[in-house]
């Protein structure tokens, strides 16, 4: 019996999918183009300069990767700014007894931030909204205790190195690592049974659940990658700074929200690319970049953010012509 | 006379000291010098200080190519420095969020022989005159005892106070409510009954609710800045403690009609933020010429009240008194 | 569920309602003209003529696919056509949207429900009124009163207060149906409505479409059962090749003229059973009854089993690990088992093909091959990571085998047709593998053709030494497919209702139990 | 016919559901319990405390209001901290033109801030979040550029009573303000045909639609009401403290999110419930003015208020137990 839909027009529509995920490098391009003629004069793309982006967009990048897992689940975390700091302090702190040790020590507690979050989502089944903002306060008032307000010092040659301030040739350590935890979460979150169920947990729990999927480990899973990649995180900013601090991350979370979702995650969950939120990095780091070289105070460089924001995601997920469904 | 020792424990310097002859000027204005200031966050005090330095660096012909705010997070501020340094500047100015951190962000600078002018404070490990032109500053200690005097003498020496510190790690203010706190022990009539941080300048009305509250018979509230202070008014005024004293540091409009009026606001202790934004123009106009450069400069802790409010409000902020604060004076002067 | 179980369908009613409240040259009450609609570069509707009158209930026919629901929905206001009029009374009209729509008379039950869970029967009720005037104030003792009244006016039993998420499909679909008859309508679209009732509820239904054509109203129907065509429709319609390729009176016409004319066969009456070799090994899957010795249930190799009455999907949903089992103990190959997840189930080779296909079945936002996969993606990796070449191997094996191959497996499920959608569940049932099968409902949506090759694989999936357990409201689906039905009441499961004796007999009894009224 | 839902387990679910939303006023007596005997000797019963709380929770009542039903219609609005401060920073600078003209102002101010975002959300698609970063960035950098980073003083004796700072015998101004606000919300939101199509169109966007409810309009109007209750809290801010600056509001935002969704309004929409997002005002405000009043630093005020909130939330939405599905 026939089925009325032709063959040609179906893979057509998975074109028009394609070019709607692509438009965000249209984005990214359009924007590198108008910073380069605009700000070329301004040093915009010295080698010096596109180095500073990718090592500023690798920060957010690291972190958009493990929140677009848990934004793909259908779930939010609101302390991983909690976790980078404590993750970061930690690692300062136990650096004097031994490299691997601070670096296994940072982990360590960013897991078990993970998990105490993932089991009160999970098992308790409490909205990970106020988990984390629960959790968050809590993890953020240790931290504030443990380091006494004070900068801990890395004194850590090697550490410092690999974890954040080194150069190998002329490509950034910290790049490096973007590009292994991007890579890493990118063929997880699309080519893992793991990532499906991620996808399919967010999307529409109850057919996940189903379909035989546990979405309560899910749920716990997410919760602990996003915490162990903010822990990264914090190792990372200690390396970087080559100190750390109890305001570590306190501002990240909007940013890398921003990243996510203007890389094509939705905030309900169901839909995922950690490439976009890659390219949402970059854009991020690449405005405040520009907007900055630009010369502009610091109001003009807010509005301007504003209206970048709004019209990228215009472009990217807008419209731009009257609804009809 | 200047309280305020340099970190190394260095002698300060009066802002005043600080001069370009003619022939500097000259010879500054000669090549197009560049100047960037990465500044920690943005407030009164900081718009007024950079209003002062671009005044400064136009008068010597230095162009302002870059202003960044940090939001206080030292990490952002690293990120500011480097994207700063593509527009390959001559001269930085500075205020460090946290010298542990900035001692390794700012040592590309160092490096790319970029001239450095800190406010308030300085990354650790830099040396004067090798690595950085000198220190603007305010007289953190001067202003933390002024605070404590005038808290004193609006309660004739006697009575109950609380003290709200800044709750977090930020140096000037942790100088200043330090100071504060080690001026007020010098009083013997008078007692501090509870210090409460504070770490969210929104909350300043909800803790001094509760501590008015918890001892109702307290005289007095230091407040560690304005904002917080405008909130302690606020709790005041619900309070019903019309009596209750406040003392802060930094000028607002607000607080400075409530002091006219004869408010809770006591007294304001101020620095000279304009003028330091021109001394650091100064200052960098010498580190361009590589002239030697004072390790250590602090302006005047200001003491304000109703008398001399206008006068010192045009030199603190170089600007005018605000209308609604001009007219309550007025209105008291008829009286 | 059409014909194939009844012989007396084809032609058995003389469609003696047919002329009344109608007279056969009046100006049509809604009209489509030249009606084109396409999605991205795929026509779906190539200029549809389409005509009803007042008080004539118009069956629209086609295969899955086939563009109905689409044309209902243009009907409706939610779709703007691409070209063509719709005309309402002689009159061209452009509806903004559903509101529009809805004011000027048009209501529609949807083939995917479309109530708010988390809302109570009376507000989804009113849910279509409240949107002519925003500031009006809600009395909620009222709407109760109000709700209560439109319940019973078409005798369904639901409570005004009840929680709509705790209503069966059934009770959802009649829900639907009161909820487009609150205010005033003069055409009323039904997309599948007899998709998931009860045989009580279809009745119910059968009399409240008849009499609100004899008020007068006009209503279109859609279905793939043609039961339902002949038992209530009085001008029937096929959609086809984006066109309404026929239109003619159901007097004067047979099912298996509808058949032909729609290019499917008749389904063949019953699939007997191949061979179930009564062997001793214990049987795949046994319900017992704690304190019992005889099993309540039982399920061997090569059996289809039939599950009906209320409940029916609560007792698959309990096998498959999803709620407690209470009152009775699973056993699996003669293994007594607690399942506790749905994917201890699938471990243990079961697979449930759930009732309601958009809300526990499919994730809307992945494509077609991700959910046919979903339960597969542990098994297909190798080395970690996904083999997709096999994936898209597997889906295009059960793409085919269910008469699906035309559809993009890139797409995404939500643009599927309902009858679509039910394939790739389907076909995520097949995917695992397993031994047993829990099926809910598993025609519903389906066209003619499309159940009948869905029958075939289900017999054929038992034949290879497999156990099927059906639930089912559609009795003479399970007398034309079981080897054993048991009707589910209050007080358990009934007896095994042998189809030994031959399919009218099982027929028979299904219907004829005292449970049912 | 039978249909096969028996009468009694109707019933017994409603009521069932109605004892879980009871529990969040048995979470707010029990914190109250708690605190009364904790805190006696520290004033926490005094006249006076209790009127700080009902003060306090009074803003964050208003707030929360708006953001009910915004997320009850499955919106969210990050830029409302910054429609507070720029209807203050407006109120304040205009109210030398007379009280009227102020107030008029700023709230037409705060209706064209609601004007645009929802115009944004609902016309062109873009989602919420984004749409309302965006316009943060643009509202702050105006309040910024406007007030100068100035605190903007108020000196208007009746405008200040009215709006913030008086008391008509012993009830102060701000509550009569918040039970009016609160009493309309909820009047709203549960009795009006609005209210319902708000729920609806959060609840099932798609089922909304096809119901005829325009589901575009409804979130052009949530957008809306939050913008004006922000810009009413804008204006009782300036009323209360006599002054206004661009800083006001910066806090709020998680501070009302949090009331809301303690209060049972769901983060997802289709569940609203401004009843409870008024008592999750009063407990935010009483754990507030309670940690403060026991004497604890920052960073213990921080943590036990993280437990605090989990363990409220876990007592209203928690499971308690195993899940199973
Ligand atoms: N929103 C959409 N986007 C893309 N394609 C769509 C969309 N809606 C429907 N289609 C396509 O239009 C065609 C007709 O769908 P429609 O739902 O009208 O079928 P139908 O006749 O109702 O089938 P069924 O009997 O299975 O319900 C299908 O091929 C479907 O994929
Ligand atoms: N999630 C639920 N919450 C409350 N009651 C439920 C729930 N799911 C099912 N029920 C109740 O359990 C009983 C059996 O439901 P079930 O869906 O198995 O019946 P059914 O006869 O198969 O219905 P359908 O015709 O929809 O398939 C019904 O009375 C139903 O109201
Ligand atoms: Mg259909
Ligand atoms: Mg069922």
Redesign the pocket.
Known sequence: MQT??PAAPATA?SRVRDWRSMLIYVVFAGLFLLFAVTLHERGFLSENNLMNIARQSAMIAIMAVGMTFVLSAAEIDLSFGAVVALAAVTVALLLPHGMLVAVAGALAVGALCGLVNGALVSRIGIPSFLVTLGTAGIITGITRSVSALQSVPVDHEVFAFLFGSGDIGPVPVLFLWMMLVVALGHVVLRNTAFGKAVLASGGNKLAATYAGINVARVKMWVLLINALLAALAGILYAGRLHSARYTLGENDLMMVLTAVIIGGTHLFGGKGSVAGSLMGALIMAMVNNGLILMGLDIDQQLILRGVIIICAVTLTSGRLRRPRR | QPLSRGPHGEQPTPYAAVVLKASDIAALKRKPYRAALVMHTSSDFSSALIAGARKGFAELGISVVAVTDAGMDPQKQRTDLETVMALKPDLIVSLVIDPVSGAIAFRPVVAAGVKLVFISNVPQGLVHGRDYAGIVTDDYLAMGQTAADMLASSIKGKGDVALIYHAANYFVTNQRDAAVKQALARYPGIRVVATRGISNQQDGEVIASAILTQYPKLSAIYAPWDSIAEGVTAAARAAGRRDLKVVTMDLGAANALDMVKGGNMAGIVSDLPYEMGQTVARMGGLALLNRPAPAFVTVDAVRIDSANLSTQWQRALNRELPAAVVQAVARKGAR | MAARAEPRVAGCRSAGRSSKGRTMNSLPILKAREVHKQ??D?P?LRGVHFELQAGQVHAVL??????????MRIFSGILAPDRGQILLDGKVHTFADAGAARRAGIAMVH?ELSLISSMTVAENIFLTRWNDGWTRFVDEAAMMRAASALLSRYDIELYPWQTVGSLTRGQQQLLEIAKALSGKVRVLIL??PSANLTAAEVRLLYRTVKRLAAQGMAIIY?T?RLRDVFEVCDQLSI?RDGRIAHTLPVAATSAQAVLTLMTAQLPSASWPAVNVPADDTAPLLQLRQSGRQQAALSVRAGEIVGLSGSGASAMLEAIFGLQALHGYTLALSGQEVHVRHPSEAIAHGLHLLPGDRRRAGLVLGLSVSENILLSLFDRLSTALLIDDARGQQIVTGLLRRLGLKTEDPGQQV???????QQKVLMARALSTDGRILLLDEPGS?M?VQAQSVLWQIVRNYAAQGNAVLIASSDYAMLAALCDTCHLLADDGIGPPLAAAAGQQALLGALHGTPCQP
């Open positions: 009325s839909t529509q | 999605f991205a795929s779906v086609g295969s899955n696919g086939a563009g109905k629901s689409v044309l083939q997309d599948e859609i793939h959609l939500r643009q599927l047709s309902g009858g679509h949506g066209d």
